[in-house]
């Protein structure tokens, strides 16, 4: 299976700040590559796919980048509302793994 | 907008079978690939398999051959059967849609079921 490695595991912030979270697969996954946003007791919530493609509706302060092995989710400026947990997986090989999340907390 | 629920136990004993449906509404099963995702307290999210409204199907190695899907186009739902269920079982399970690009993301989910196994 490939791994999925996320850091930070958690991360405190403010509002307003930019915030980068990274995800590494233990292998080239080219751009098959997606993110979710999770709420607590909420069902995930696609934000990006193909890497770098905003799902429709999601707000353009999100954004993706990266291909290959190494990718980053950057907030560029952090909302109340983007408390939450964020997930990447990895689509290129089956399973679909998931990196192991990490928790946005406001300071 | 395609909305998708999920229905079943909310406790299963152990070494039993559990059984979960998800129904579909708002668009068709017809054409799409479904998956299944669950998820253990501690947060970590597992990728079950998923079904092509064909039928053809891709299990995750880790069930260890416990899992099957299917799906029933004229009630437009999908199931999946989890055999010889553990505490280790235990999660939220959610059923998804697979989007339409070709990347295999998840662009519907369902609100996730809770299931239990406990004697």
């Known amino acids: 299976d490939i791994q999925m490695t996320q850091s930070p595991s958690s991360l405190s912030a403010s509002v307003a700040d930019r915030v980068t979270i990274t995800c590494r697969a233990s292998q080239t996954i080219s751009f098959y590559l997606n993110w979710y946003q999770q709420k607590p007791g909420k069902a995930p919530e696609l934000l990006i796919y193909?890497?770098?493609v905003l799902r429709r509706g999601v707000p353009s302060r999100f954004s993706g980048s990266g291909s290959g092995t190494d990718f980053t989710l950057t907030i560029t400026s952090l909302q109340p509302e983007d408390s939450a947990t964020y997930f990447c997986?990895?689509?290129?090989?089956?399973?679909?793994?998931f990196g192991q999340g990490t928790k946005v907390e406001f300071k | 907008q395609v909305r998708l629920q999920e229905s079943g136990p909310g406790l299963v004993k152990p070494s039993e079978t559990l059984s979960l449906t998800c129904t579909v509404s708002?668009?068709?099963?017809?054409?799409?690939?479904w998956t299944w995702i669950r998820q253990a307290a501690g947060g970590g999210l597992e990728w079950i398999g998923r079904i092509y409204s064909s039928g053809s199907t891709n299990y995750n190695p880790s069930l260890r051959s416990r899992g099957t899907m299917s799906l029933d186009t004229s009630k437009n739902r999908f199931s999946l059967k989890l055999t010889s269920m553990t505490v280790a079982d235990t999660a939220v399970y959610y059923c998804?849609?697979?989007?339409?690009?070709?990347?295999?993301?998840?662009?519907?989910w369902g609100q996730g079921a809770l299931v239990t196994v406990s004697s």
């Open positions: 998804a849609r697979v989007g339409e690009s070709s990347t295999w993301e998840l662009d519907s």
């Open positions: 997986q990895q689509t290129l090989n089956s399973p679909h793994t």
């Open positions: 708002g668009g068709s099963i017809s054409g799409y690939y």
């Open positions: 193909a890497a770098s």
